[in-house]
């Protein structure tokens, strides 16, 4: 090699720049972090909006289930054939009613009203049903007791007439929360003409003198992870109990 | 600069990447927000179209009450511009008007099997479409933004019920003059009252002349004739109180009861007619002398003071039809005059001369269904409808 040429490498390699081991080293942590932070941000975020829309969802079907059984009670009416009041069963955990809510041309007063039932079962879901044929009876549906097995309660959704789900994660009934949230609640006259509240209210003389329908659902909006709960409550009025 | 342009590397791209998908998640995650803010005032739309479509049957009952339609074309205004009122207790920025259709409409027809809306008149009943009975379909559908909210109802009116027993002619708290030079009988029965019951006068004190009532009439005299709460208790006259002054039927001077302009069916002809309660100053004289009410649509005069210190006279050859009251005294007659109905007086009764009283049992009945007081729900007969 000539002496020159050696020379300028030697010159070049010495005016070489680098990063040494502790700025490469610090350059990693802080990556790291900032990579970290990021990762976890977008979990977070990823989380949070799956949290949203679910509980948004949730929340939106108990709404508008809430709405739904609200104006379907406030609505019931008695059938003037029949020896029955216009709430034909009335338990904490189901209502059994006649109506004529939602029914085309039910603006005439011939019309007869049909009978619609709202039951929570165990697995947290609230289901409709209807006489769709109006035979004065809702099919495969123990309009008197609640199913105790769950292949019985599966069986009434399967096969109840006019079913379908309403309301899912109802907790009332879960056991966690203390004391237990009743669904249905009635305030009714007693025989000295003052309000009363019951849970359930048995007979036909009796139910006639209901006044109101208190609902109260809590719903998990967080369903399989720690509760989240919407508490949601409403009263119907009788429409068809008032005469002012 | 020369360090610089020899870098290398994927970091930013790595990190605009990452920056880029968390503010699609963040942006999408305000979508969502603002979506169930949507589905929130939605629903808050629907809970206040439903009430005001409630608000809706109220006016619509309040204004039956004010105007039953007992025929074509007499019923209340519920046409656009009236109910340009209504719709002005809704703020627009709380209320907003619906997409399409009006704010609120409201109708009302008769009960006729089948329904025929072109009917607004109580012409019938479900049974039989030329009995009016009192009872007309009231319909009030409400909008807002996209919601609507319909309701159907049969409403009622009532009427304010007398309670004033049939079968007595009259009742004085004092003595009952009568020897009017061989006019008796001056008390007959006109129209008697239902089977089983007999018409009688009532009278505290004494009569002075026997003759003065009908063969028919039986007279209790003293205590047998109790006293005036058994005729015309003071829960009645309150409540009639109440009712004038409610209607605009209630003075405190003779004149100017006498000089009211006609009201409805609450004065069909003014003046005396209908329901007049008249509360008086001390010594006052009120003459009645001319046609008030009939058959069809008797009335009740009230002459009230609290120190019975007032004259219900009777002036020049007319009629009264209906039930007169009064605290005072009822002077004899200045001239021939018949009341068809019912007198009562806390105090005496001079009824010498030509002045007759006619026990009429249609015009007692008919005092009971005479004023309507407001028009109520007929139970089990409401039900939403599907908006139109």
């Not at chain 1, 059994?96 to 009978?115: H, K």
């Not at chain 2, 990447?17 to 589905?39: D, K």
């Not at chain 2, 003059?177 to 129209?191: F, M």
Request: aromatic fraction near 8%; glycine fraction near 8%.
């Amino acid at each position: 090699m000539m002496p020159g040429i050696a020379a300028k490498k030697r010159g070049r390699l010495r005016r070489q720049e680098g990063l040494t081991l502790v700025e490469v080293l610090v350059s990693l942590i802080v990556l790291g972090i900032i990579t970290t932070m990021i990762i976890v941000a977008y979990f977070a975020l990823n989380r949070s909006y799956a949290y949203s829309v679910a509980s948004g969802k949730a929340r939106e079907e108990a709404r508008q289930g809430l709405a739904r059984m609200v104006r379907e009670i406030r609505d019931c009416e008695t059938r003037l054939d029949l020896p029955e009041a216009a709430i034909v069963r009335a338990r904490e955990r189901w209502i059994l009613l006649y109506t004529t809510f939602n029914e085309e041309g039910n603006s005439d007063p011939a019309m007869v009203p049909g009978l619609v039932m709202f039951r929570l079962y165990d697995n947290g879901q609230i289901w409709r049903f209807e006489d769709i044929d109006r035979n004065g009876d809702i099919a495969n549906i123990d309009e008197n007791s609640y199913p105790v097995s769950a292949v019985h309660q599966e069986a009434e959704r399967a096969s109840g007439e006019g079913g379908r789900s309403l309301v899912g994660h109802v907790v009332n009934y879960d056991g966690l929360i203390s004391p237990t949230p009743v669904l249905f609640r009635y305030s009714y006259i007693d025989d000295l003409g003052q309000i009363q509240m019951s849970n359930e209210i048995y007979y036909t003389q009796n139910r006639v003198r209901i006044r109101s329908v208190q609902i109260h659902m809590l719903v998990d909006l967080n369903p399989k992870h720690a509760p989240v709960y919407a508490d949601l409550m409403s009263t119907a009025q009788l429409r068809n109990q008032r005469s002012n | 600069m020369r360090r610089l342009a020899h870098q290398q590397g994927s970091g930013l791209i790595l990190i605009i990447g990452v920056v880029a998908a968390l503010a699609i998640l963040g942006a999408t995650l305000v979508v969502f927000t603002n979506n169930y803010q949507h589905n929130t005032y939605q629903d808050r739309i629907r809970a206040k179209t439903f009430n005001v479509a409630e608000a809706a049957i109220d006016a619509g009952m309040g204004a039956l009450s004010a105007k039953w339609p007992t025929a074509a074309g007499a019923g209340p205004d519920v046409s656009t511009a009236a109910l340009t009122a209504f719709r002005s207790q809704f703020t627009p920025e709380e209320n907003p008007d619906p997409v399409v259709s009006a704010f609120v409409n409201i109708e009302y027809y008769d009960n006729l099997t089948p329904i025929d809306k072109t009917i607004t008149w109580d012409k019938g009943s479900s049974t039989d479409p030329n009995a009016p009975d009192d009872r007309m379909w009231l319909v009030a559908q409400v909008g807002m933004g996209t919601k609507a909210a319909r309701i159907q109802t049969l409403v009622e009116r009532t009427y304010f019920e007398s309670g004033i027993p049939r079968g007595v002619a009259l009742y004085t708290g004092g003595n009952l003059l009568s020897n009017g030079g061989g006019n008796n009988p001056k008390i007959h029965i006109e129209v008697p009252p239902p089977v089983g019951t007999q018409t009688c006068i009532k009278v505290v004190g004494t009569i002075d002349d026997p003759t003065v009532s009908g063969a028919d009439i039986v007279q209790l005299t003293g205590a047998t004739a109790g006293t005036v709460e058994d005729v015309f208790p003071a829960a009645l006259r309150a409540g009639l109180t109440a009712l004038a002054k409610t209607h605009g039927r209630y003075f405190t001077s003779v004149s100017a009861a006498e000089n009211s302009p006609p009201n409805g069916t609450w004065s069909p002809a003014g003046g005396f007619s209908g329901l007049c309660v008249i509360e008086v100053p001390n010594g006052t004289s009120c003459r009645l002398q001319s046609v008030y009410n009939s058959e069809a649509e008797p009335g009740i005069l009230m002459l009230l003071n609290k120190n019975a210190d007032c004259v219900l006279d009777f002036g020049s050859g007319s009629d009264y039809w209906g039930v007169l009251y009064t605290d005072g005294w009822v002077d004899k007659g200045h001239g021939s005059y018949e009341v068809h109905g019912m007198v009562v007086s806390a105090s005496t009764v001079d009824i010498r001369g030509t002045c007759d009283v006619s026990y009429n049992d249609k015009v007692i009945s008919r005092l009971s269904a005479r004023w309507s007081l407001n028009v109520h729900l007929v139970p089990n007969t409401w039900r939403e409808l599907r908006p139109e």
